[in-house]
C-alpha cells in the first residue's frame, strides 16, 4: 500500500537496529553468487517463511503475535514499513472477522516508552486509498514458520497496535510492512536475513513468503532488473520501466515525462492494480482500444477504467513489461485484464493517474511470478511459475 501520510514517533528506537540496506557487506554479495547452495547449507537457522492466503484483491500473511502465540493475518505489504494489528481496547476498529488482539492477554506485549507528555510513542499512517491507522508502538514477540522445524521467534519486535482504524477488509487485521525502512519485519529479522523476499501469488487458494536463504529466486527463465532505493523516497522499492508493448506495438518511457534512469514505478504486493502516469498510461490504452474488437462498457468503480462487453479473455492483447536490463514480463490475460463479479464485462487492469501519484507495478500484475527481491544485490527477479502449484 503507497502511504499519504506517516508519523511514528521513534524517539529511543534506532540505538541496536541498523536499517539501510547499503549496509549489508561485499562479502555476503561474493558468497551469494559464487556459492548459492553452500550458503543455504551453511545457515543453520533455516529460512524463515510464512503461510499466505488470497483475499479478493490483496495477499495476507499469517504470523503469531504475543504469548501464547496469537494468529493474525495481515495484508503483506511491500510498499509501506510499519507493522501493524488492531488491539483492544479499540477506541474506533473496523469490523474485523477474526477476534482482535487482545495485548493484555500475552505476557511480552510492552508499549513503547518516549518523551511525550503520557510517555507513550504515537503513530500515524494515511494510506493512498484514505484508508488509516492510528495507535501507539509497542515491542511483541512476533514468531513465524522456518525451514528447520522450529518456530522464528523474533522477540521484542516493534509492532504497532492500532486502537482508531479505518477502513479496512473484514478479513484482515493488519498490515506487515516488508519495505526496507528500519521497522518493517524483514529489517527488524536483523543481519542473518539481510534483505531477501520471496513470494509467488496465486490468484486463489494458499501460497508462502519466504526469507533468507530460501528467497532466493535463480534458474532458468529466471529475468532480473535493478532495484534502487533512494532516501528522497524512502521505503519504496523503485524499479524501472523502459516500455509496455501491447500485442507487437512497443510503447517506450523515453521520450515522456515517465522516463527516468533510477526508478520510475515502486513494486508493492499491496496495491491490487497497476497504475501509470496520465500521458504515458494513455498511449498504453490507446494501443489496447485500437486492437480490441468489441464495445466500450462503463467503467463501474468510477476509476475511468478501459471495460469492454465481452464473454471471453481471448479477445484481448496480451501485455509485456520491459524492466531495464532486459527483463521482459510477458503476463497472462489474467494479469492485465479481470472479469467483473457480474459477468460479461472485461476491464484492463490498469489504472492511469497523475503525478505526484507514484506508478505502480501491482500485485495481480505479479500473478504467477516467483518473486524475489534482493536488497544486497538491488536485484528483484521473476520467474515465471504456476504458483497455485508451487508449495501444494
Ligand atoms: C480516529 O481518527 C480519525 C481520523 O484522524 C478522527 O477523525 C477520529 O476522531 C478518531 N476517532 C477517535 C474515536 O479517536
Redesign the pocket.
Known amino acids: 500500500m503507497i502511504v499519504l501520510f506517516l508519523q511514528i514517533f521513534t524517539c529511543f528506537l534506532f540505538t541496536t537496529t541498523t536499517s539501510s540496506p547499503h549496509g549489508f557487506t561485499i562479502d555476503l554479495i561474493h558468497r551469494r553468487s559464487n556459492a548459492y547452495s553452500s550458503q543455504v547449507s551453511d545457515t543453520q537457522l533455516g529460512s524463515p517463511y510464512a503461510n499466505t492466503v488470497f483475499d479478493s484483491s490483496m495477499y495476507l500473511m499469517k504470523l503469531q503475535v504475543g504469548t501464547p502465540p496469537y494468529e493474525i493475518e495481515a495484508v503483506l505489504d511491500t510498499g509501506s514499513e510499519l507493522i501493524w494489528t488492531q488491539c483492544l481496547p479499540c ?2 476498529c473496523y469490523d474485523q472477522t477474526a477476534p482482535i488482539f487482545d495485548p493484555s492477554k500475552s505476557s511480552t506485549f510492552k508499549e513503547k516508552r518516549c518523551d511525550t507528555h503520557d510517555h507513550s510513542c504515537p503513530y500515524e499512517i494515511v494510506y493512498n486509498d484514505k484508508s ?1 491507522t ?1 495507535g501507539t508502538l509497542a515491542t511483541e514477540t512476533v514468531t513465524i514458520h522456518s525451514t528447520s522445524g522450529e518456530p522464528f521467534v523474533m522477540a521484542e519486535t516493534i509492532i504497532g497496535c492500532g486502537r ?1 482504524n479505518s477502513v479496512f477488509s473484514p478479513s484482515f487485521s493488519g498490515i506487515v510492512g516488508l519495505n526496507w525502512g528500519s521497522l518493517s519485519l524483514i529489517t527488524q529479522m536483523g543481519g542473518a536475513y539481510p534483505g531477501l523476499i520471496s513470494y509467488c501469488f496465486a490468484g486463489k487458494g494458499t501460497s508462502k513468503i519466504n526469507f533468507g536463504a530460501n528467497a532466493i529466486v535463480a534458474g532458468d527463465g529466471v529475468v532480473s532488473t535493478t532495484m534502487f532505493v533512494t532516501t528522497a523516497k524512502p521505503g519504496f522499492y523503485y524499479l524501472n520501466l523502459d516500455a509496455v508493448s501491447v500485442g507487437d506495438t512497443r510503447i517506450e518511457t523515453l521520450g515522456t515525462p515517465f522516463h527516468a534512469l533510477k526508478g520510475n514505478i515502486v513494486i508493492d504486493s499491496g496495491s491490487t492494480y497497476t497504475y501509470l502516469p496520465g500521458s504515458f498510461c494513455n498511449l498504453v490504452r490507446e494501443a489496447v482500444e485500437y486492437v480490441v474488437p468489441a464495445v466500450r462498457a462503463a467503467d463501474p468503480m468510477d476509476n475511468d477504467m478501459l471495460c469492454y462487453y465481452s464473454d471471453t479473455i481471448d479477445i484481448f492483447p496480451v501485455i509485456t513489461m520491459h524492466f531495464s536490463g532486459g527483463a521482459d514480463l510477458v503476463l497472462d490475460k489474467y494479469n492485465m485484464y479481470f472479469e467483473l463479479n457480474r459477468g460479461g464485462v472485461f476491464c484492463l487492469a490498469i489504472i492511469c493517474n497523475n503525478p505526484p501519484q507514484e506508478a505502480i507495478f501491482g500485485n495481480r500484475a505479479q500473478n504467477n511470478f516467483l518473486v524475489g527481491y534482493d536488497s544486497s544485490s538491488l536485484l528483484v527477479s521473476f520467474s515465471p511459475t504456476d504458483c497455485s502449484a508451487l508449495w501444494n
Open positions: 477506541l474506533h488509516y492510528k482508531n
